[in-house]
């Protein structure tokens, strides 16, 4: 009797680990916990647009502008995509042009995509260009989420009254023109970066840069009809809570990614992002009581994102009091520039709907030049490309020597931040004035007066009002039958 075969040997390896997409050996420089972090990271930030900010902007306005709100993020998300990968990503990150910019090129072939990441700008005279360990797609669909998430709060200034065409337009042009120099400028290996600016994850590249450009570009597009800026109630505070809510823990993945790698920085940089941020609630809700006696939810949900705005720039450099002590400045300057400078004259010139000047481009430039105080050294040298960058109140270690980087630190992050403002400003200005030539900034005062139902159509609820108080003598039986004859 012929002996029955023994059980058939088992790889303990699965065949998606043995090989890759061409059926060769797996690289030697593919780290799978990088490349797994990374792709969770890009996810979580992606969570933040796509439906974190939609949610918060589509509830936090009128209810008559809910799905206007909600819309433009979810445009801005797909069509920064298809921008990215058509030209965008290696303007940003890619071979030197100009010192300010990348030439640009598709990041759509599979052996670029399957390649090592690589950004071939980034090396300096201490140290070789960044090499992540995962695949340049993984690169290239982390730096898209950030480029997204920056036109959705540049988005946040104009809600309630840019024509979407305009918006439609908007997008892509300044993505091209203006994005991707900061990008390339501060992370990709331009001037600012070869300098030693610090900016950990995007305090500049992305909240200042929104914050700056959203401002402006609601100076060309115009106010929203005055009935609407003097009432404009949220349409769902608790749907914005819900997008608050994702927004935080969002930033996991904003902060937690920049370093390229599944690291000890990472770590460092998600829990100094929440402390920052809980600090930030706390002290802007205080302060809330302190001068209107009552805590407001909106204040609360204003202070939670400076809080992670102002850590950004710094969130995995500096230690874990010190994310506290900015949360502080988190929660109190931009209240004050908000709440108080926010009603003065000058800033009323400038109808920017959901305050993003206040809690972006404040809070983001405050971000990075209290990254040059509380910078630490040990950190830095994890992370920077410039090796002993310190902040001020470490000048005095190891006796001193470097005592001198701490003080230029504060002027390159006070330059950068120049840089950056001024850029914004020239390059939103030349495109909305180029938008003009060809469609309407701002949609009529008809279309203003209706809303959604104007604009696309369509209306988010079947509900009563626009936070009108309910009137209950045209809903009773009685008071319909009079408002009938």
Request: proline content about 5%; hydrophobic content about 50%.
């Amino acid at each position: 009797m012929a002996q029955a075969p023994g059980p058939a040997a088992i790889n303990a390896v699965p065949l998606a680990y043995q090989t890759t997409g061409d059926g060769t050996s797996a690289p030697d420089w593919l780290n799978k916990g990088d490349n797994a972090w990374q792709l969770t990271a890009s996810t979580l930030v992606g969570l933040q647009c796509v439906p974190g900010l939609m949610i918060l902007y589509g509830s936090v306005v009128k209810k008559k502008w809910a799905i206007n709100s909600a819309f433009m993020c979810l445009y801005a998300f797909a069509a920064v995509l298809i921008c990215w990968v058509s030209w965008a990503f290696k303007m940003s990150f890619g071979e030197q042009l100009i010192p300010i910019w990348g030439k640009a090129g598709p990041a759509l072939d599979q052996k670029f995509l399957l390649s090592q990441a690589y950004l071939p700008s980034t090396g300096t005279d201490f140290y070789p260009p960044l090499t992540p360990l995962y695949p340049m797609s993984t690169l290239v669909y982390f730096q898209f989420v950030f480029a997204a998430i920056t036109l959705i709060l540049i988005a946040g200034s104009l809600l309630g009254r840019m024509n979407f065409l305009a918006w439609m337009i908007f997008v892509p042009l300044w993505l091209t023109c203006s994005y991707t120099v900061g990008a390339f400028t501060v992370w990709g290996g331009g001037f600012l970066f070869q300098w030693g600016v610090i900016d950990y994850a995007g305090g500049y590249v992305i909240h200042l840069s929104s914050g700056v450009s959203g401002y402006v570009a609601a100076y060309w597009v115009g106010p929203r009809l005055d009935k609407d800026r003097k009432n404009f109630p949220p349409n769902n505070v608790l749907l914005t809570l819900a997008g608050a809510g994702m927004l935080w823990l969002g930033w996991n993945g904003f902060n937690g990614g920049a370093p390229y790698a599944a690291n000890i920085v990472s770590s460092m940089a998600v829990l100094n992002t929440s402390i920052c941020a809980a600090t930030s609630l706390l002290v802007w809700t205080s302060i809330d009581v302190i001068v209107f006696k009552r805590p407001s939810v909106i204040g609360a949900v204003q202070g939670m994102i400076t809080g992670l705005v102002v850590i950004t720039p710094s969130a995995g450099l500096v230690q874990g009091w010190a994310a506290m002590v900015m949360g502080v400045f988190a929660g109190s300057v931009p209240w004050y520039s908000m709440m108080i400078l926010g009603k003065k004259k000058l800033f009323n010139v400038v109808d920017d709907t959901l305050g993003v000047f206040h809690t972006h481009a404040v809070a983001g430039t405050m971000g990075g030049i209290l990254a040059a105080f509380f910078a630490q050294p040990t950190l830095n040298n994890l992370f920077l490309s410039i090796p002993n960058e310190r902040g001020i109140i470490y000048a005095g270690d190891e006796g001193g020597i470097h005592a001198h980087k701490a003080g230029m630190q504060l002027v390159k992050q006070v330059s950068g931040a120049a840089f950056i403002i001024g850029w914004n400003i020239l390059v939103t200005t030349m495109i909305c004035q180029s938008i003009k030539l060809v469609v309407p900034l701002r949609m009529s005062d008809v279309e203003l007066a209706v809303g959604d139902d104007a604009a696309h159509g369509e209306e988010a609820y079947a509900l009563w009002g626009d936070g009108e108080v309910y009137d209950a003598s045209l809903h009773s039986a009685d008071g319909m039958k009079d408002y009938k004859t």
